[in-house]
Nanobody, 122 residues
Framework: QVQLVESGGGLVQAGGSLRLSCAAS????????MGWFRQAPGKEREFVAA????????YYADSVKGRFTTSRDNAKNTVYLQMNSLKPEDTAVYYC???????????????WGQGTQVTVSS
C-alpha cells in the first residue's frame, strides 16, 4: 500500500516556474514507477510525465516536453515535477500516481494522490 500527498501547487504568471512534490508513505516506494497526470476544468485527466523506479528513465507528454522535468529521491520517498515556462493551458489539478511498472494510461495506476491545483495567469 502506498499513500501519496502532492504539494507545491499555486498561482503563477505565464513564463514562471513551479516545483511540485509528491511524498509517499511506505518502505516500498523505491519499487514503484511514478506518474504525473493533470485534469483541467471540463477535460479528462491526461498523462504528463512518468519516471521509472530507479529514476533512469523518464517520459513526457509532447505538450510539456522540454519544459517539465520529473525526478525522484528514493531516500526521501519523494518524486518531483519541475515545471518551467508555464502557460495558461497548463492550468489544472496535478496528480501523482504509482504502479510497479511504467505506464501512460490513467487506468493502469494503482495509487493516487489527492491532487494540487496549478493556476497559470496570462
Amino acid at each position: 500500500q502506498v499513500q501519496l500527498v502532492e504539494s507545491g501547487g499555486g498561482l503563477v504568471q505565464a513564463g514562471g516556474s513551479l516545483r511540485l512534490s509528491c511524498a509517499a508513505s511506505g518502505r516500498t516506494f523505491s519499487r514503484y514507477a511514478m506518474g504525473w497526470f493533470r485534469q483541467a476544468p471540463g477535460k479528462e485527466r491526461e498523462f504528463v510525465a512518468a519516471i521509472s523506479w530507479h529514476g533512469g528513465n523518464t517520459y513526457y507528454a509532447d505538450s510539456v516536453k522540454g519544459r517539465f522535468t520529473t525526478s525522484r529521491d528514493n531516500a526521501k520517498n519523494t518524486v518531483y515535477l519541475q515545471m518551467n515556462s508555464l502557460k495558461p493551458e497548463d492550468t489544472a489539478v496535478y496528480y501523482c500516481a504509482a504502479r510497479f511498472n511504467i505506464a501512460f494510461e490513467e487506468a493502469e495506476y494503482d495509487y493516487w494522490g489527492q491532487g494540487t491545483q496549478v493556476t497559470v495567469s496570462s
